[in-house]
């Protein structure tokens, strides 16, 4: 694989994306990849890992693109199947199926570590023009206790980080909301 190739190829689906969402997404969550295939000894395919997680943003309206590159990087086509599969996989309310499939989908949600949920929620409600109160009820609605990791080494990471999320609402809305 080339990473250069790589980053050159998807750099123009992330440009207009918001920070939340752009390549530091992607680098961010890569170094999460990494951090949990360094804390097992988990039998994945790193290459189809990297793939996956530089196309997992932009799978969805973009795949035949990604496919087409792919096949110009000489992947057979049951290569390309397993790459776009685990980039799916990573963002599906299922049970990922492959072991690529649950790295990605953890890291991806424990991707800024404890704080960054919240953090993360924010910046987005704001680039939405969301109002506070709007993106607190969109945390409490469809954020908290909505995900699941399915990794040993990921489970008490993203608790962490809803028990810190929920504690960081609680305060929140005890100073904002003055009755």
């Not at 752009?22 to 039998?43: F, G, P, S």
């Not at 890992?49 to 086509?77: C, M, P």
């Amino acid at each position: 694989m080339d990473k250069v190739k790589l980053i050159e190829f998807v750099r123009p689906y992330y440009a207009n994306k918001d920070i939340m969402h752009n390549m530091w997404h992607i680098e961010l969550v890569e170094k999460w990849v990494n951090k949990i295939l360094n804390m097992n000894c988990y039998a994945a395919n790193v290459e189809y890992l990297t793939f996956a997680t530089y196309f997992h943003g932009f799978i969805y309206t973009h795949e035949a693109d990604v496919r087409a590159w792919l096949k110009e990087q000489n992947l057979s086509e049951e290569d390309i199947c397993r790459v776009v599969e685990i980039a799916y996989e990573s963002q599906r309310t299922e049970i990922p199926e492959s072991i690529e499939g649950k790295i990605l989908h953890d890291a991806h949600l424990i991707e800024g570590g404890r704080v960054y949920q919240i953090t993360k929620c924010l910046i987005t409600g704001s680039l939405r023009g969301q109002s506070l109160l709007e993106t607190i009820n969109y945390i409490e609605t469809n954020i908290l206790d909505k995900s699941v990791c399915y990794l040993p080494e990921t489970l008490e990471l993203f608790e962490q980080a809803n028990q810190f999320t929920k504690y960081f609402i609680s305060e929140l809305k005890t100073e904002i909301l003055i009755d």
